[in-house]
């Protein structure tokens, strides 16, 4: 098939999930549809995990720009992808919000910034929005989220970060990075992590004499699974402190991935003295006094 974008009239030959107007040549490039149109079971898990966080993002992504050309602000909005992989966040995003509203607004109106530690990834993915002609729009970094923050050629403030699945700490690189750069939204969907459980594991003989608290994480597989819960209520107790409004949901149903917990964060100024303490007082109750500057107020 030799199509490079869904016919209006044609929608019905595709499946569901591609949405009119949307780049048929994307879609088989990111390997979501085959060669012949079809979507298999991987892609169609992929393609649903990054329309779910989609949905929760465009709405902001909306308001600010409303926001934006009411003040008569024409800078682009600026999104920051971090630990990006192939991109398949960054470039839906763009197909379906940046290249939609650039196309109503006669100019530009946003930026993907995709930034990821795997050169060979940033460059297929430079490569592609070249090919597509999205280049405008998007750009990536070979970096990683830490490294990123400290970049000067990147923007002083985005608008908002995301990170899907980012590897272990980026999600927590990637907080600090929105936190750096004033970022209105923040949509974390995290991946394992593995630093408080390592943590929660070095200390387990002296906890459990402690508190029997420590029975939370005695077992091997407990100390995993409380690690990754705990280490995510930090993050949003972080958040809150530094004036973030949180609500913490599903992406998808779990049958579709145990990586499934969606933090979105949106600035609103009030900085939480009590979630403040909170965080703190539970680095002590778990023993964790160590990673204080993990999780430092002071970011
Ligand atoms: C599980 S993949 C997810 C990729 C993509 N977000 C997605 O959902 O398809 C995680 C990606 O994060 C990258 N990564 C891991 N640690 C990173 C870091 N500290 N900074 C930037 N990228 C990182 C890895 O190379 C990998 O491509």
């Not at 979507?39 to 709405?59: G, P, S, T």
């Not at 800078?75 to 379906?96: E, M, N, Q, T």
């Not at 970060?161 to 929105?178: E, K, M, N």
């Not at 949180?246 to 499934?260: A, I, P, Q, Y």
Request: a positive charge; hydrophobic letters at 40%; aromatic letters at 6%.
């Amino acid at each position: 098939m030799k199509r490079k974008s869904t016919p209006a009239n044609d929608q019905d030959a595709w499946p569901p999930e591609v949405r009119p107007g949307q780049s048929l040549e994307l879609l088989k490039a990111l390997h979501i549809l085959t060669r012949e149109g079809k979507l298999n079971q991987d892609a169609r898990r992929k393609l649903k995990q990054v329309y779910h966080l989609f949905q929760f993002i465009e709405k902001p992504l909306l308001a600010m720009l409303a926001d934006k050309l009411a003040q008569g602000d024409t800078r682009p909005l600026v999104l920051a992808d971090h630990g990006a992989g192939k991109s398949y966040l960054g470039f839906i995003i763009h197909d379906l919000f940046f290249k939609p509203q650039a196309l109503l607004q006669s100019r530009s109106v946003g930026q993907v910034i995709g930034i990821e530690t795997r050169a060979a990834l940033v460059t297929a993915s430079q490569q592609l929005a070249d090919q597509l002609g999205f280049a405008q729009g998007m750009r990536f970094v070979n970096a990683s989220v830490s490294e990123a923050t400290h970049d000067q050629a990147l923007p002083s403030q985005v608008d908002m970060v995301t990170a899907l699945h980012a590897c272990d700490t980026a999600t927590d690189d990637a907080i600090s990075f929105g936190l750096a750069k004033h970022a209105q939204y923040m949509a974390l969907v995290p991946c394992c992590q593995a630093e408080v459980a390592s943590h929660l594991r070095a200390h387990k003989a002296l906890n459990l004499s402690r508190t029997p608290l420590a029975e939370l994480w005695r077992h091997p597989l407990h100390t995993r699974e409380i690690g990754s819960q705990l280490t995510n209520v930090l993050r949003c107790l972080l958040l809150e402190a530094q004036g973030y409004q949180v609500t913490v949901t599903e992406l998808v149903g779990w049958e579709h991935s145990l990586k499934n917990e969606l933090i979105l964060a949106q600035y609103t100024g009030q900085k939480k003295p009590s979630a403040a303490q909170r965080l703190q007082a539970l680095l002590d109750e778990f023993g964790l006094k160590d990673m204080n500057a993990r999780f430092s107020l002071t970011k």
